[in-house]
């Protein structure tokens, strides 16, 4: 079964930046580029919402529009691995960021996989 597991959350001041990470184990060997992968978020008292995908390696990324210049969404298929790069965050940044999964020829949404989730944050 496919693992995901989140690192890189964290404490940061209001226009601070953070690197997120994402390692993807136990993947068929060389699919991980085919897979959609892309990151959610959960602040307190909020639904979750999907903030960047990437539905394959030969396709654009999609981004939440509170993110859009903001973050940047990258993918590295040789290391099974995603990141997010998120510059100038802001206090309603503050929340739980889970790496998800979806099916080959989908989106993010449903995700298949979830990772366990990094906290993000931030003070004002």
């Known amino acids: 079964e496919v693992q995901l597991l989140e690192s890189g959350g964290g404490l940061v001041q209001a226009g601070g930046s953070v690197r997120l990470s994402c390692a993807a184990s136990?993947?068929?060997?060389?699919?991980?580029?085919?897979?959609?992968i892309g990151w959610f978020r959960q602040a307190p008292g909020k639904e979750p919402e999907e903030i960047a995908c990437?539905?394959?390696?030969?396709?654009?990324?999609y981004y939440e529009e509170s993110v859009k210049g903001r973050f940047t969404f990258s993918r590295d298929n040789a290391k099974n691995t995603v990141y997010v790069q998120m510059n100038s965050l802001k206090p309603e940044d503050t929340a739980v960021y889970y790496c998800v999964l979806g099916a080959v020829g989908f989106g993010c949404s449903p995700s298949i996989y979830r990772g366990p989730g990094t906290q993000v944050t931030v003070s004002s």
């Open positions: 136990r993947f068929p060997f060389n699919a991980f580029k085919d897979y959609p």
């Open positions: 990437s539905r394959s390696s030969d396709m654009s990324t």
